[in-house]
């Protein structure tokens, strides 16, 4: 029965994304700052649970980073249209994830890889894209008091950690896609 306390915390998070982003259109910042803290905390329980407990599953492995994109990707675009972030950013930070995507979908579709794994430039470039929203929203709900300079290294800070992981994530599948034609071309061998 709790075996699946993980992927429900983990569902929590991916609902909660259009209340957030309802909440971030109308501006009710506060209210969108306690709902990603809420997202926060199921992301925390939800891998805690499953590690602590071996309550992992394969819908989980999938569900828990489509979970997290959702709500970033979310928020990142939300924060742009509302101009608490430039529109620039609103599209870097979904951008560099549609442009993973499209590199997984080449490797499932034309290749034999299958396991796609996050690298550390993707790790640092989630913890900062989150410090980052979790710190704009809650600047936004405080009316903005945050100097312009700690604003703009959060902005900065984030554009470039997505910039350096996505360029990453590109060595990476470009390294892959060669590995797979040398061993395709050993085999023909």
């Known amino acids: 029965m709790f075996r699946n306390l993980p992927n429900v915390l983990t569902s929590l998070r991916l609902i909660l994304a259009p209340f ?6 109308r501006r009710s910042y506060g209210q969108a700052l306690l709902l990603v803290l809420i997202a926060g905390i199921t992301d925390g329980m939800d891998g805690w649970l499953a590690r602590r407990f071996q309550w992992t599953s394969r819908a989980g492995a999938y569900l828990d980073p489509v979970a997290d994109k ?3 990707v979310t928020v990142y675009i939300l924060l742009g249209v509302v101009h608490v972030i430039p529109v620039w950013l609103a599209v870097l930070v979904p ?6 995507l499209m590199m997984v979908a080449v490797g499932f579709l034309f290749t034999p890889l299958r396991e796609f794994p996050p690298s550390p430039a993707g790790k640092i470039s989630t913890i900062v894209q989150v410090s980052a929203a979790v710190g704009l929203i809650a600047d936004a709900a ?4 945050a100097p ?4 703009d290294i959060l902005i900065w800070a984030t ?4 910039t350096w992981s996505g360029l990453d994530y590109a060595r990476r599948g470009l390294a892959g ?3 797979v034609r040398i061993d395709l071309s050993n085999s023909r061998r």
Do not use: K, P, S, W
Not at 142 to 145: L, P
Not at 159 to 162: F, H, M, N
């Open 148 to 151: 312009a300079a700690v604003v």
């Open 95 to 100: 951008g560099r994830d549609m442009f993973i």
């Open 70 to 72: 959702a709500l970033l």
């Open 20 to 25: 957030v982003a309802e909440r971030l259109y």
């Open 142 to 145: 405080m009316g903005q008091r």
């Open 177 to 179: 896609l060669r590995r």
């Open 159 to 162: 554009a470039v950690a997505t």
